[in-house]
């Protein structure tokens, strides 16, 4: 069963620093695609940054140049560097996880890819 736990989230000012982890069980994450997903209140939930199983990354216009997506094999955990941030990143944040086999293409940020979530980790940056 696959079980994936997000945790890192909190209250930073605009300008701060958050680092996200996701860690992951019943799967091993060198051989998923996995991603971020973020939603806020009254939005649709949109992808912010994932990497397949051959390590390429997609990111959303919004955050490049300002989240970092990485996997720890070792660790089987995700994480998502976020610097910068912004008052518009404030979002409930989840992984997301699917099988995709090495040398296939997958459209990383789509919601529809992920059929394995975690319940998320709440981000607030404040003005």
């Known amino acids: 069963q696959v079980q994936l736990a997000e945790s890192g989230g909190g209250s930073v000012q605009a300008g701060g620093s958050l680092r996200l982890s996701c860690a992951a069980a019943?799967?091993?994450?060198?051989?998923?695609?996995m991603a971020w997903f973020r939603q806020a209140p009254g939005k649709e939930r949109e992808g912010v940054a994932g990497i397949d199983s051959d390590g390429k990354t997609s990111y959303a216009d919004s955050v490049k140049g300002r989240f970092t997506i990485s996997t720890d094999n070792a660790k089987n955990t995700l994480y998502l560097q976020m610097t910068s941030l912004k008052p518009e990143d404030t979002a409930m944040y989840s992984c997301?996880?699917?099988?995709?086999?090495?040398?296939?293409?997958?459209?990383?940020?789509?919601?529809?890819?992920?059929?394995?979530w975690g319940p998320g980790t709440q981000v607030t940056v404040s003005s």
């Open positions: 019943g799967l091993i994450i060198s051989q998923y695609c």
């Open positions: 997301a996880a699917h099988y995709c086999a090495r040398g296939t293409w997958w459209p990383l940020l789509r919601t529809g890819v992920y059929n394995n």
